[in-house]
């Protein structure tokens, strides 16, 4: 006889119990993004930590299966093909307010990460994240991370986020951005497509 065949009601509830919120029973996953070979890896280690995964490549593709059936929890890529990963989670808190939200990405900078949750994001990790890292962020469980202070930002770093704070707050206008910063708009442009420094 199991222990889920007998009551053995117990009323007590643990801090940890308290700080983390409730999971749905639901784990339904919809992972969008444009990189086949990293889709595809991250579906399978998803599924093998019990999600139920409809995997994407576009936005269009993304919406689409919001449509159908919102899930439960969510990862998505910010920067595709196709458009931007913020309009798919936007559309994801609007159909299903309480879903967990990850935006994951390559262009990782404090601005974005910003817009991302206010546009309804649950969390936000930078690229290369590994599945253990994503599933954390999901469950919003504690993963050991290395102090800050020991990995202070580069001034290239630095710089990088001032240009992207400012190019969220002119609502991703570039050439609002270029004339605020002084700066030329196809220098922008550049900085813009490039990775962000270390």
């Not at 469950?139 to 240009?163: C, F, G, L, Y």
Request: aromatic share 4%; glycine share 4%.
């Amino acid at each position: 006889m199991s222990d889920l065949d007998h009551d053995t009601t117990d009323n007590s509830v643990t801090s940890e119990e308290l700080a983390t919120p409730a999971l749905p029973d639901d784990r339904s996953l919809l992972i969008l993004d444009d990189d086949k070979p990293f889709l595809t890896r991250l579906t399978r280690a998803m599924e093998s930590r019990g999600f139920v995964v409809t995997p994407c490549e576009t936005v269009a593709e993304g919406l689409a299966a919001l449509e159908s059936s919102p899930p439960a929890f969510a990862i998505i890529d910010m920067r595709l093909a196709d458009g931007n990963g913020l309009d798919v989670i936007s559309k994801l808190k609007a159909s299903r307010p309480e879903a967990r939200g990850i935006i994951l990405t390559g262009y990782g900078n404090i601005a974005t990460a910003v817009t991302a949750v206010k546009l309804g994001a649950f969390d936000y990790l930078a690229k290369p994240a590994d599945a253990d890292e994503i599933y954390h962020a999901l469950m919003a469980t504690q993963i050991d991370k290395p102090d800050a202070q020991e990995n202070p930002m580069s001034a290239d770093r630095v710089r990088w986020e001032h240009i992207q704070r400012v190019f969220e707050s002119c609502d991703r206008n570039v050439s609002e951005t270029a004339r605020r910063l002084n700066m030329h708009r196809r220098t922008l442009q550049r900085i813009l497509a490039k990775r962000a420094p270390r």
